[in-house]
Protein backbone atom coordinates (compact mmCIF):
# COMPACT_ATOMS: atom_id res chain seq x y z
CA UNK A 1 0.00 0.00 0.00
CA UNK A 2 1.78 3.41 -0.75
CA UNK A 3 2.30 5.28 2.07
CA UNK A 4 2.07 8.87 0.13
CA UNK A 5 -1.21 10.79 0.30
CA UNK A 6 -1.59 12.50 -3.30
CA UNK A 7 -2.64 16.06 -2.45
CA UNK A 8 -3.43 18.08 -6.06
CA UNK A 9 -2.51 21.57 -6.54
CA UNK A 10 -3.29 23.49 -9.68
CA UNK A 11 0.34 24.88 -11.07
CA UNK A 12 2.62 21.99 -9.88
CA UNK A 13 0.69 18.89 -10.05
CA UNK A 14 -0.16 16.71 -6.76
CA UNK A 15 2.51 17.09 -3.80
CA UNK A 16 2.57 13.24 -1.60
CA UNK A 17 2.63 13.24 1.55
CA UNK A 18 3.66 10.67 4.37
CA UNK A 19 2.28 10.80 7.71
CA UNK A 20 2.58 8.18 10.64
CA UNK A 21 0.58 9.37 13.33
CA UNK A 22 0.17 5.86 14.56
CA UNK A 23 4.01 5.70 15.44
CA UNK A 24 3.71 8.20 18.38
CA UNK A 25 1.10 6.01 20.47
CA UNK A 26 2.46 4.86 23.35
CA UNK A 27 -0.04 2.12 24.20
CA UNK A 28 1.36 0.66 27.53
CA UNK A 29 1.95 4.31 28.94
CA UNK A 30 -0.64 6.18 30.71
CA UNK A 31 -1.38 10.16 31.60
CA UNK A 32 -0.67 11.09 35.22
CA UNK A 33 -4.66 11.89 35.46
CA UNK A 34 -5.61 8.67 33.52
CA UNK A 35 -6.96 5.22 35.39
CA UNK A 36 -4.69 2.20 34.29
CA UNK A 37 -8.05 0.56 33.70
CA UNK A 38 -9.41 3.44 31.41
CA UNK A 39 -7.57 2.32 28.67
CA UNK A 40 -7.02 5.90 27.51
CA UNK A 41 -3.15 6.13 25.84
CA UNK A 42 -0.89 8.82 26.75
CA UNK A 43 -0.26 10.51 23.18
CA UNK A 44 3.63 12.11 22.58
CA UNK A 45 3.24 15.47 20.52
CA UNK A 46 1.37 14.91 16.90
CA UNK A 47 2.12 18.45 16.03
CA UNK A 48 4.50 17.91 13.60
CA UNK A 49 3.04 14.61 11.79
CA UNK A 50 0.00 16.15 11.16
CA UNK A 51 -1.34 18.82 8.00
CA UNK A 52 -2.97 21.27 9.69
CA UNK A 53 -5.22 23.56 7.77
CA UNK A 54 -2.39 26.15 7.81
CA UNK A 55 -0.24 24.26 5.62
CA UNK A 56 -3.39 24.07 3.15
CA UNK A 57 -3.68 27.59 2.78
CA UNK A 58 -0.28 28.47 2.46
CA UNK A 59 0.63 26.13 -0.21
CA UNK A 60 -2.50 26.87 -2.18
CA UNK A 61 -2.14 30.44 -1.99
CA UNK A 62 2.35 30.51 -2.87
CA UNK A 63 0.82 27.78 -5.43
CA UNK A 64 -1.30 30.46 -6.95
CA UNK A 65 1.30 33.57 -6.62
CA UNK A 66 4.14 30.87 -8.48
CA UNK A 67 1.03 29.96 -11.10
CA UNK A 68 0.73 31.43 -14.25
CA UNK A 69 -1.37 34.52 -13.84
CA UNK A 70 0.27 34.98 -10.33
CA UNK A 71 1.64 38.06 -9.61
CA UNK A 72 4.97 35.95 -8.79
CA UNK A 73 4.78 33.57 -12.06
CA UNK A 74 7.53 33.59 -13.85
CA UNK A 75 8.18 31.41 -17.59
CA UNK A 76 9.64 28.06 -16.68
CA UNK A 77 11.60 28.25 -19.78
CA UNK A 78 13.38 31.22 -18.16
CA UNK A 79 13.60 30.05 -14.15
CA UNK A 80 17.36 30.05 -12.96
CA UNK A 81 19.44 30.68 -10.34
CA UNK A 82 18.66 34.47 -10.98
CA UNK A 83 14.42 34.53 -11.08
CA UNK A 84 14.38 31.72 -8.57
CA UNK A 85 13.48 33.19 -4.88
CA UNK A 86 15.36 31.45 -1.64
CA UNK A 87 12.50 29.89 0.53
CA UNK A 88 12.98 29.17 4.22
CA UNK A 89 10.64 27.28 6.05
CA UNK A 90 10.42 27.24 9.97
CA UNK A 91 8.53 24.35 12.13
CA UNK A 92 8.46 22.39 8.57
CA UNK A 93 6.48 19.72 9.77
CA UNK A 94 5.54 17.23 6.93
CA UNK A 95 7.07 20.02 4.70
CA UNK A 96 3.62 20.60 2.14
CA UNK A 97 4.75 24.38 2.13
CA UNK A 98 8.64 23.19 1.12
CA UNK A 99 7.30 20.68 -1.07
CA UNK A 100 4.94 23.04 -3.28
CA UNK A 101 7.49 25.79 -3.36
CA UNK A 102 10.40 23.35 -4.72
CA UNK A 103 8.02 22.16 -7.02
CA UNK A 104 7.78 25.75 -8.75
CA UNK A 105 11.61 25.08 -8.87
CA UNK A 106 12.46 27.78 -5.86
CA UNK A 107 15.52 26.89 -3.57
CA UNK A 108 14.32 25.76 -0.28
CA UNK A 109 15.48 25.35 3.08
CA UNK A 110 13.14 23.32 5.18
CA UNK A 111 13.44 23.04 9.16
CA UNK A 112 12.45 21.85 12.22
CA UNK A 113 13.70 20.59 15.25
CA UNK A 114 12.24 16.74 15.97
CA UNK A 115 14.09 13.77 14.55
CA UNK A 116 11.61 11.89 13.94
CA UNK A 117 9.70 14.63 12.05
CA UNK A 118 12.73 15.21 10.38
CA UNK A 119 13.16 12.09 9.00
CA UNK A 120 9.51 12.12 7.44
CA UNK A 121 10.06 16.09 6.28
CA UNK A 122 13.52 14.95 4.26
CA UNK A 123 11.58 11.70 2.70
CA UNK A 124 8.25 13.48 2.11
CA UNK A 125 10.83 16.45 -0.25
CA UNK A 126 12.63 13.45 -1.64
CA UNK A 127 9.24 11.96 -2.56
CA UNK A 128 8.33 15.10 -4.80
CA UNK A 129 11.36 16.36 -6.27
CA UNK A 130 11.20 16.65 -10.39
CA UNK A 131 14.39 15.27 -10.42
CA UNK A 132 15.09 12.61 -8.11
CA UNK A 133 18.68 13.53 -7.37
CA UNK A 134 18.07 17.08 -6.50
CA UNK A 135 17.87 16.28 -2.36
CA UNK A 136 20.63 14.40 -2.44
CA UNK A 137 22.84 16.59 -4.68
CA UNK A 138 21.87 20.04 -2.94
CA UNK A 139 23.44 18.06 0.23
CA UNK A 140 26.65 17.14 -1.81
CA UNK A 141 30.01 19.85 -1.49
CA UNK A 142 29.58 19.58 -5.58
CA UNK A 143 26.01 21.35 -5.54
CA UNK A 144 27.79 24.50 -3.48
CA UNK A 145 30.10 25.42 -6.95
CA UNK A 146 27.09 24.80 -8.99
CA UNK A 147 24.29 27.74 -8.00
CA UNK A 148 23.01 27.48 -11.06
CA UNK A 149 21.09 23.65 -10.12
CA UNK A 150 17.90 24.29 -8.14
CA UNK A 151 19.31 23.33 -4.34
CA UNK A 152 16.46 21.60 -1.22
CA UNK A 153 18.05 21.47 2.20
CA UNK A 154 16.39 19.99 5.77
CA UNK A 155 18.36 21.49 8.92
CA UNK A 156 17.68 20.86 12.21
CA UNK A 157 16.94 23.93 14.05
CA UNK A 158 16.10 25.03 17.51
CA UNK A 159 14.71 28.57 17.69
CA UNK A 160 15.73 28.95 21.27
CA UNK A 161 19.37 27.69 20.84
CA UNK A 162 19.96 29.35 17.86
CA UNK A 163 18.41 32.83 18.58
CA UNK A 164 20.53 32.75 21.83
CA UNK A 165 23.62 31.88 19.88
CA UNK A 166 25.87 35.10 19.18
CA UNK A 167 27.65 33.23 16.96
CA UNK A 168 24.88 31.34 15.00
CA UNK A 169 24.87 33.92 12.02
CA UNK A 170 28.32 32.78 10.95
CA UNK A 171 28.18 29.04 12.11
CA UNK A 172 24.92 27.16 12.14
CA UNK A 173 23.73 25.56 8.67
CA UNK A 174 20.62 27.28 8.22
CA UNK A 175 22.37 30.54 8.05
CA UNK A 176 25.75 29.33 5.99
CA UNK A 177 23.25 27.67 3.70
CA UNK A 178 21.00 31.09 3.28
CA UNK A 179 24.29 32.85 3.24
CA UNK A 180 25.06 31.07 -0.29
CA UNK A 181 21.65 31.35 -1.66
CA UNK A 182 21.80 34.99 -1.38
CA UNK A 183 19.51 35.54 1.87
CA UNK A 184 15.78 34.26 1.78
CA UNK A 185 13.37 36.02 0.13
CA UNK A 186 10.32 34.27 2.05
CA UNK A 187 9.62 32.70 5.14
CA UNK A 188 6.74 30.14 5.81
CA UNK A 189 4.97 29.94 9.29
CA UNK A 190 2.96 27.07 8.98
CA UNK A 191 1.19 26.71 12.50
CA UNK A 192 3.79 27.35 14.81
CA UNK A 193 2.16 29.87 17.25
CA UNK A 194 -0.02 28.09 19.79
CA UNK A 195 0.01 27.25 23.68
CA UNK A 196 2.97 24.85 23.57
CA UNK A 197 4.96 27.67 21.60
CA UNK A 198 4.22 30.69 23.50
CA UNK A 199 7.27 30.56 25.48
CA UNK A 200 9.33 30.51 22.15
CA UNK A 201 7.78 33.22 20.69
CA UNK A 202 10.35 36.31 21.20
CA UNK A 203 13.37 33.68 20.29
CA UNK A 204 11.19 33.26 16.77
CA UNK A 205 11.09 36.50 16.50
CA UNK A 206 14.41 37.46 17.25
CA UNK A 207 15.14 34.49 14.61
CA UNK A 208 12.98 36.32 12.12
CA UNK A 209 15.14 39.32 12.71
CA UNK A 210 18.61 37.77 12.23
CA UNK A 211 17.31 36.06 8.79
CA UNK A 212 15.75 39.69 7.79
CA UNK A 213 19.34 41.65 9.14
CA UNK A 214 21.50 38.86 7.21
CA UNK A 215 18.98 39.50 3.53
CA UNK A 216 19.52 43.06 4.14
CA UNK A 217 23.66 42.94 4.32
CA UNK A 218 23.74 40.64 1.47
CA UNK A 219 21.56 42.66 -0.71
CA UNK A 220 23.18 45.57 0.73
CA UNK A 221 26.79 44.14 -0.09
CA UNK A 222 25.33 43.59 -4.18
CA UNK A 223 24.31 46.59 -4.41
CA UNK A 224 27.74 48.20 -3.36
CA UNK A 225 29.08 45.92 -5.77
CA UNK A 226 26.74 47.05 -8.47
CA UNK A 227 27.41 50.56 -7.47
CA UNK A 228 23.68 50.99 -7.08
CA UNK A 229 20.85 52.70 -5.29
CA UNK A 230 20.17 50.52 -1.50
CA UNK A 231 16.70 51.70 -1.15
CA UNK A 232 15.60 49.49 -3.11
CA UNK A 233 16.60 46.48 -1.05
CA UNK A 234 13.82 44.56 0.53
CA UNK A 235 13.16 42.23 3.35
CA UNK A 236 11.94 39.07 3.21
CA UNK A 237 8.48 38.30 3.03
CA UNK A 238 7.14 36.35 6.19
CA UNK A 239 4.07 34.03 5.64
CA UNK A 240 2.26 33.07 9.03
CA UNK A 241 -0.82 31.02 8.78
CA UNK A 242 -2.21 29.21 11.83
CA UNK A 243 -5.41 27.50 13.57
CA UNK A 244 -7.05 29.67 16.01
CA UNK A 245 -6.99 26.71 19.13
CA UNK A 246 -9.17 28.45 21.63
CA UNK A 247 -8.42 25.36 23.87
CA UNK A 248 -4.94 26.09 24.21
CA UNK A 249 -4.49 30.15 22.92
CA UNK A 250 -7.17 33.15 23.88
CA UNK A 251 -7.84 35.84 22.14
CA UNK A 252 -5.80 37.38 24.73
CA UNK A 253 -3.14 35.44 23.98
CA UNK A 254 -2.84 36.11 20.23
CA UNK A 255 -3.13 40.03 20.22
CA UNK A 256 -0.15 39.63 22.31
CA UNK A 257 1.96 37.60 19.69
CA UNK A 258 0.86 40.26 17.18
CA UNK A 259 2.03 43.04 19.65
CA UNK A 260 5.40 41.50 20.00
CA UNK A 261 5.71 41.04 16.29
CA UNK A 262 4.62 44.88 16.23
CA UNK A 263 7.22 45.55 19.01
CA UNK A 264 10.36 43.64 16.98
CA UNK A 265 9.45 46.25 14.24
CA UNK A 266 7.69 44.10 11.56
CA UNK A 267 3.99 44.69 10.46
CA UNK A 268 1.29 41.74 10.09
CA UNK A 269 -1.05 42.32 7.31
CA UNK A 270 -3.68 40.23 7.09
CA UNK A 271 -4.70 38.25 3.59
CA UNK A 272 -8.14 38.03 2.57
CA UNK A 273 -9.82 34.47 1.88
CA UNK A 274 -10.96 35.55 -1.21
CA UNK A 275 -7.31 35.63 -2.52
CA UNK A 276 -6.86 31.79 -1.26
CA UNK A 277 -7.42 29.31 -3.55
CA UNK A 278 -9.81 27.03 -1.38
CA UNK A 279 -8.88 28.70 1.48
CA UNK A 280 -10.60 29.72 4.51
CA UNK A 281 -9.90 32.58 7.10
Known sequence: KDRFKPIPFDGCG???IHQQPEALIEPNTYDEADNE??????????TGVSLWSASYVISYYIDAQWSKGGSWYCDENVVNAES?????ELGAGLGLCSAVAAKHGMNV?????DSAVLTLLKENL??????????E?????????????????????DWVTVANDPQAESSHPVFLQLESLGGADLILLSDVIFGATQPAWNALLTLLNKFRAQRRRICLGQVNEDEGDPTGTDDPLVFLGYTQRRRDMSPQDEARF????QAAGMEAVLIPSTRIPNGEK
Open 126 to 135: QRNQIHDDSL
Open 109 to 113: VSTDN
Open 14 to 16: SIL
Open 84 to 88: SWTVL
Open 137 to 157: SAQSPSSENNPSKQQVHVHSL
Open 37 to 46: TSGRHRRKGR
Open 258 to 261: FAMV
